[in-house]
């Protein structure tokens, strides 16, 4: 496709590509372009040398390690639990669905601190649900776990809301299909449905994970936030901002922001990939 | 193999979709389940097929009773009015699933199921398109991956909802003639749902006619069409025209014109209704003697086609449609306006009781 090609559109009913394309270029500049390219400005006033040294202690690599990874965990524990209650709100009728239906959404509108507090109360050594898991040698609060722990939590309504419109519009005659041919439950779940779900499970992945990547509310209460070991980069770019360390705080920001730019952009190729071949 | 349905009654939140119906499809038939929609002629289907499951009755499957048997189990092939092509697979492997799904003792080898995948694409005369996916297909193309699909795991019974409903007029033509021919090839035990009369009488061997949940009539093309045991067979496979009346004695007074009555109706004075197919009324300039006629005016005249279709007015105002050979037609020189008489060459005559039964005018 050459350059000219680059810019063609098709003629269409609805007029108003030029009006559209730029509100949108302008929109995504004002909220995210040039927030972000401030934030590299900054980053970038303290020199090369010491954004690579703000960036890569040890300190500030654990953080990562702890960010991304309980992110990483808590997106992956919401798209399989997120499907099984999206089928769960589809497939099946039962008293109090709406209700349940409903609930999905909580974690949206609660108050990220609120969910931390509650969460650390209830998974605290002396907590309703901590104290059974003490004797277990597991430790909720203050641990990696609980991390991951609030992550799911705020993470749940992406995976259940992008899968759900998809199941339902799935045609039945589908899995009729797939049945009068001989196929058993798993092969056609596997092979039949899994298929149609899987760009939808993975943009809700994805949003989870992103969502889990920036999160810090809910996050501060139960991790204990001890350097190395549970504190995440959200924080410690608080503690350095509190420090008024601003250069090394927008530093150790450009690199999540860069993280989280590559591992979406590969998600969304990811996604392309498998939806090109067909669509 | 051969299907029986044994009275089957299906009903989807208190509307009765099936009441008691029983059928049988002898083995190797093309049979043709005709009906309006809402007929439950669909329903029908998969219930033979096992994808609904009857409140009453039974199927069996040469003469075995197969009612609790899962759609799974049942080995017959089902080809959807939409297709329900697995749109993330190519069409070989659409074509592939039923082979690749089978138990692992029973499943071909990959070369086996190449081979039989191939063969069934060049029967559809797919051949080319094995490696595009359903999306890059034509409605008809799609629809052929869809039988393909059903017949690579060699069912028993074929079963097709509307197959042809969703394509353009001249792609069903010549489909419907394929699947016809395809049928006397393999000669698999088929039944296909339909609601286009021509489409059944061309294709099917036998004919069952579904009504309001109830077989109206069941025979064969010819049987059906010539003798219908209701009116509503007879407004249903066809254009119509109707005469009210009564019966008194050994005639029928209809609005239009007297007739003898059929000896088999009964000679009360009861209200009657004569059906007659436009190609069984004739025109002419003169009343004709010995043929019951009527006089009337034409109102308007359509030469195109294989006859010539021509509304009339009689005269209390009812309106009359006679289809006329071209050679006949202008023999006649007929004119819009002009004022003719009409003859009833055939027709059947139904009392109203057999009319309310059969669904009311």
């Not at chain 1, 360390?245 to 498998?274: C, E, K, P, R």
């Not at chain 2, 009765?16 to 190797?28: I, M, Q, R």
């Not at chain 2, 037609?329 to 002009?338: E, I, P, S, V």
């Not at chain 2, 059947?348 to 669904?359: C, I, N, P, R, Y």
């Amino acid at each position: 496709m050459g350059l000219s090609g680059f810019f063609r559109r098709r003629r269409s009913v609805l007029p108003g590509f030029g009006l559209t394309l730029g509100l949108t270029l302008l929109y995504l500049s004002l909220i995210v372009l040039i927030p972000l390219s401030a934030t590299f400005l900054k980053a970038s006033t303290a020199g090369w040398s010491a954004f690579w040294h703000t960036v890569t202690e040890p300190r500030a690599l654990a953080s990562y390690r702890v960010t991304f990874g309980a992110a990483f965990i808590g997106a992956l524990v919401n798209a399989l639990m997120g499907l099984v209650v999206a089928w769960v709100l589809v497939r099946y009728h039962f008293p109090g669905r709406r209700m349940l239906d409903a609930l999905v959404d909580l974690p949206f509108a609660l108050p990220t601190a609120v969910a931390g507090i509650t969460l650390t109360t209830l998974l605290s050594a002396h907590g309703w649900i901590g104290r059974y898991l003490e004797p277990l040698g597991i430790k909720a609060a203050f641990s990696p776990l609980g991390i991951v722990i609030a992550l799911t939590f705020i993470g749940l309504p992406f995976v259940v809301r992008t899968v759900q419109p998809v199941l339902q519009a799935l045609d039945p005659e589908l899995e009729e299909g797939a049945a009068s041919l001989g196929a058993g439950r798993w092969q056609t779940f596997r092979r039949v449905i899994a298929p149609e779900l899987w760009p939808a499970l993975l943009t809700g992945f994805a949003l989870a994970f992103a969502r889990a990547v920036g999160e810090y509310g809910s996050v501060v209460f139960i991790s204990g936030n001890m350097p190395m070991r549970t504190e995440i980069t959200p924080l410690l770019i608080i503690t350095k901002l509190e420090q008024y360390d601003y250069a090394g705080a927008t530093a150790i920001g450009v690199v999540m922001l860069v993280i989280s730019f590559a591992m979406l952009l590969s998600i969304n190729m990811l996604h392309w990939w498998s939806g090109k071949r067909y669509a | 193999m051969s299907i029986e349905v044994r009275h089957i009654t299906k009903r989807f939140d208190g509307f009765a979709a099936l009441k008691n119906v029983s059928l049988k499809v002898p083995a190797g038939e093309l049979v043709a389940l005709l009906g309006p929609s809402g007929s439950g002629k669909t329903t029908l289907l998969r219930v033979i097929a096992g994808l609904e499951v009857p409140d009453e009755g039974t199927v069996l499957f040469d003469a075995q009773d197969a009612t609790a048997r899962s759609a799974r189990d049942r080995r017959v092939g089902f080809v959807f009015q939409h297709y329900a092509l697995f749109r993330h697979m190519t069409v070989f492997e659409n074509v592939a699933f039923g082979l690749r799904v089978k138990p692992r003792r029973e499943r071909p080898s990959r070369a086996q199921i190449a081979k039989r995948v191939h063969e069934l694409l060049a029967l559809v005369q797919l051949e080319r398109l094995a490696e595009r996916y359903p999306s890059q297909l034509s409605g008809g193309q799609r629809q052929r991956v869809a039988l393909a699909r059903a017949l690579a795991v060699q069912p028993k019974v074929l079963l097709l909802d509307e197959p042809f409903g969703a394509l353009d007029a001249k792609v069903r033509q010549e489909l419907r003639r394929w699947l016809r021919r395809l049928h006397d090839e393999i000669g698999i035990t088929s039944v296909f749902v339909t609601h286009d009369q021509d489409e059944a009488l061309e294709v099917a061997d036998r004919v069952v006619i579904l009504h309001e949940g109830c077989v109206e009539q069941e025979g064969s093309p010819e049987e059906v069409y010539e003798h219908p045991a209701t009116p509503f067979v007879y407004r249903f496979l066809g254009n119509v025209n109707l005469f009210h009346g009564r019966i008194e004695g050994s005639k029928v007074h209809l609005r239009e014109f007297s007739a003898d009555a059929p000896a088999d109706l009964g000679q009360e004075a009861i209200p009657a209704v004569a059906y007659a197919r436009p190609h069984l009324l004739d025109i002419d300039h003169q009343p004709p003697s010995g043929r019951p006629h009527f006089r009337a005016t034409i109102a308007h005249i359509n030469a195109a086609g294989a006859v010539v279709k021509i509304e009339l007015t009689t005269d209390s105002g009812a309106i009359v449609n006679v289809e006329l050979p071209h050679e006949r037609y202008r023999q006649l020189q007929l004119r819009k306006g002009a004022v003719v008489f009409v003859t009833v060459k055939d027709m059947k005559v139904f009392t109203q009781a057999q009319s309310t039964l059969g669904g009311g005018i």
